[in-house]
C-alpha cells in the first residue's frame, strides 16, 4: 500500500475526552471488577471504520481488533486461522474451500455463516462501493468483469457451499492468497450494512471481533471493548483499549512519559536514541516490510536514460542516509525488504562495492550519459514536508553534487499538493516516496513496478521483467518462483527506474508491563494478544 505516515500530517487533534451512550451495548462483557485497559497511540484519526473503504494504517489497527476474517495473524505476523477453522487448496491452487467455526458468532449474538462472507466479498467487488483496496481481490473468478460492468457482483466466484462452508475460486494461482484474506478488505460485513456505509456509531455497531465499538468522539480518542461473543474471548485479557489520534510523535511521546499512553505509534525520528538511553526496556525496534526511495520519471529526457539513472543512484550513500534518518533503517540496494516470506533477494553488484568504488563507477555513467564538469545535469528533486524528508533530499542532493557535479532545484510540498503532483509525471523529475507491502509476499514490492501498474510513479516498462513475474505468478514450485521473482528484481535494479535508499524500521514505546507484543515484520499488533502483567 502507498505509505501511510504521511497520514499523520492530516489531523492535528490531541487526545480528547471520550463519549459513551448509557444504552447497553452487545457484545460488551459486563465488569464486575476495575477494568483491564490499555490506551494505544494511532497516529491520526482513522478515515473509515469500514473494512472495504479504509484506506489508512489508523483505520486498520482498530478493524483488525473490531472484525476478523477467516484467516488473521499471530502476535508473532504469522497467518493463523481466524473465523475459518480449517481449509484446503486444490492442487492447481485455485480453488479454496474454508470449514467455518460454528462458534463464531457476530457481536450481537447472532450466527455467522457462509453466507455472510459471501455479501461481503460481493459488496466489495461491486464497483458502486469505490473500494480502494478492492484490486487485492482482483484474481477471484469474475472479479475484473465485474469491476468493467460485464457481471454482476453476485457472480463472484465466492459461493457458500454449506452453512459454514466457504468456497473462493481463482482465475490464476495466487501463492500469497492466503495473506491477502489478512488484510481489511477480506473482513465480513454484518448484512444490515451490506447495502450502506457500515455503522460506526457505538450504539449501531456489530461486528465479530475480539473487541466492539464502545466510544468514539470525532477527533478523539476511540474505545473499543471485549466483546462477550467472540469465538475466542476467554483467551483475551484486555477489557478495553483506547486509540489515541496523537499526530505529532513528539507530543505523543510526552503523553506517553506522563503515563497515559501504553504503546505509541513512531517514536520522533530525533529522539530514538535519547528515548532508548532514559527507558531501557520501552523501545521497540524491528524490520518491517517498507522501502523509501527515489522515483525517476523515465519517459522523457533526461532521465529516459539508463546511464543517468545509475549514476545518481550510485552516487547515493546509502549509509550516510540512514544516520541521517537515526532510526537504526538499514541501507536498501534492492526492492524487496529483508524478512519476506520464502525470498532470499536478488544480489545487487553495487552494495558489494566500497564507497570509493561505487563513485567512480558512478562518474563513468555520468560521463557516458553525456554530462561533466563543463556540461552539468541540472535536476529538481520533489519532497513533501514533515518527517525526515527534507534532510534526506538536502543529503542526497548534496551528494549528487559533491559526487557528480549535479546542478540541482530542491521543491518541498504539502502531503496533499505532493499526492496529485505525484500522479502527474509532467511535473516532476525525480519524487521520493515509500511503499508498504501489503502482504508477506516478495510481489507487493515487485508488482508496483510493471508497465501497466497504477502505482508505477516512474513510467518504467520492460517486457522482460512484465513477463517474467508473470510466470512467477503461475510457478506452483516455491522455489523456481523465488528465483523467477529475483530475476526479475535483477533487471528492475539494471535499468533503476528508482534509487532505493532505505528500509524502515518499526519504532514504538511499549510499556515493560505489557505482555504478548511481539516484534514482527508486518508492524502488527492486535489487542487480542496482550495482556497487563500481574503487580
Known amino acids: 500500500m502507498r505509505h501511510r505516515f504521511p497520514v499523520l500530517l492530516f489531523i492535528f487533534a490531541i487526545a480528547a475526552g471520550s463519549s459513551c451512550s448509557d444504552k447497553p451495548q452487545s457484545g460488551i462483557s459486563a465488569q464486575t471488577e476495575p477494568p483491564r485497559v490499555i490506551r494505544r497511540g494511532n497516529g491520526g484519526e482513522p478515515g473509515s471504520l469500514d473494512p472495504a473503504i479504509a484506506e489508512d494504517v489508523h483505520a ?75 484490486f487485492l481481490i482482483e484474481d477471484i473468478a469474475h472479479f475484473s468483469a465485474i469491476q468493467s460492468g460485464e457481471a ?11 452453512s459454514h462452508t466457504l468456497q473462493i475460486v481463482l482465475e490464476r494461482r495466487v501463492p500469497y492468497f492466503i495473506s491477502i484474506l489478512t488484510m481489511p478488505v477480506a473482513l465480513p460485513v454484518y448484512a444490515r450494512d451490506l447495502d450502506s456505509v457500515v455503522a460506526s456509531s457505538p450504539d449501531d455497531f456489530v461486528g465479530n471481533g475480539a473487541f466492539v465499538l464502545s466510544a468514539h468522539t470525532p477527533e478523539g ?45 513512531p517514536i520522533p525520528p530525533t529522539h530514538v536514541q535519547m528515548v532508548s538511553s532514559d527507558l531501557p526496556g520501552h523501545v521497540q525496534i524491528a524490520p518491517t516490510l517498507a522501502l523509501y526511495y527515489l522515483a525517476f520519471d523515465v519517459t522523457e529526457a533526461p532521465l529516459d536514460s539508463r546511464e543517468l539513472r ?47 568504488e561505487r563513485e567512480a563507477q558512478a562518474r563513468e555513467y555520468y560521463r557516458r550519459a553525456g554530462y561533466s564538469s563543463d556540461n552539468p545535469l541540472h535536476l529538481q528533486l520533489t519532497y513533501d514536508s514533515g518527517d525526515i524528508h ?71 516498462s520492460n517486457p522482460d521483467y512484465d513477463d ?63 495482556r497487563i502483567q500481574s503487580k
Do not use: C
Open 60 to 134: 486498520f489497527n482498530i478493524l483488525t481488533d473490531l472484525y476478523e476474517g477467516l484467516v488473521t495473524v499471530s502476535a508473532a505476523g504469522e497467518i493463523v486461522a481466524g473465523v475459518a477453522e480449517t481449509w484446503v487448496v486444490s492442487d492447481d491452487g485455485l480453488t479454496y474451500v474454508f470449514q467455518l467455526r460454528k462458534s463464531a458468532k457476530w457481536s450481537n449474538g447472532e450466527a455467522l455463516v457462509a453466507q455472510d462472507f459471501v455479501r461481503s466479498f460481493q459488496r466489495l467487488a461491486d464497483p458502486l462501493t469505490g473500494s480502494a483496496y478492492s
Open 152 to 162: 454482476e457482483a453476485n457472480q463472484l466466484a465466492v459461493t457458500a457451499t454449506g
Open 221 to 265: 480518542e476511540l474505545t473499543i471493548r471485549k466483546n462477550a461473543h467472540y469465538w475466542d474471548a476467554s483467551s483475551v485479557a484486555v477489557d478495553e483499549v483506547v486509540y489515541v489520534p496523537i499526530i505529532d510523535p513528539g507530543t505523543e511521546l510526552n503523553v506517553y512519559r506522563a503515563g497515559q499512553l501504553d504503546i505509541t505509534n
Open 310 to 356: 545509475l549514476a545518481l543512484s550510485m552516487a547515493i550513500d546509502r549509509n550516510t542516509i540512514v544516520s541521517v534518518t537515526g532510526r537504526g533503517e538499514s541501507p536498501a540496494y534492492g526492492v524487496v525488504p529483508p524478512g519476506v516470506f520464502n525470498y532470499d533477494g536478488a544480489d545487487d553488484p553495487a552494495s558489494q562495492l566500497s564507497k570509493d
Open 390 to 460: 527534507e534532510r534526506i533530499a538536502v543529503a542526497v542532493s548534496s551528494m549528487w553534487r559533491d559526487v557528480l557535479g549535479v546542478d540541482f532545484d530542491l521543491r518541498k510540498m504539502e502531503w496533499q499538493y505532493f499526492l496529485d503532483t505525484r500522479e502527474n509525471r509532467a511535473n516532476w523529475q525525480v519524487m521520493r516516496f515509500a511503499w508498504t507491502g501489503d502482504y508477506n509476499d516478495a510481489t507487493t514490492f515487485t508488482n508496483i513496478f510493471r508497465s501497466h501498474d497504477l502505482q508505477n510513479l516512474s513510467g518504467y
Open 468 to 530: 517474467i513475474l508473470s510466470k512467477a505468478a503461475a510457478e506452483g514450485d516455491t522455489t523456481r518462483r523465488a528465483e523467477q521473482i529475483a530475476t526479475a528484481e535483477r533487471i528492475l535494479l539494471n535499468d533503476q527506474p528508482i534509487a532505493p535508499l532505505y528500509f524502515y524500521v518499526s519504532k514504538h514505546l511499549v510499556r515493560p508491563s505489557l505482555e504478548g507484543y511481539q516484534q514482527n515484520v508486518l508492524d502488527r499488533h492486535p489487542s487480542k494478544y496482550l
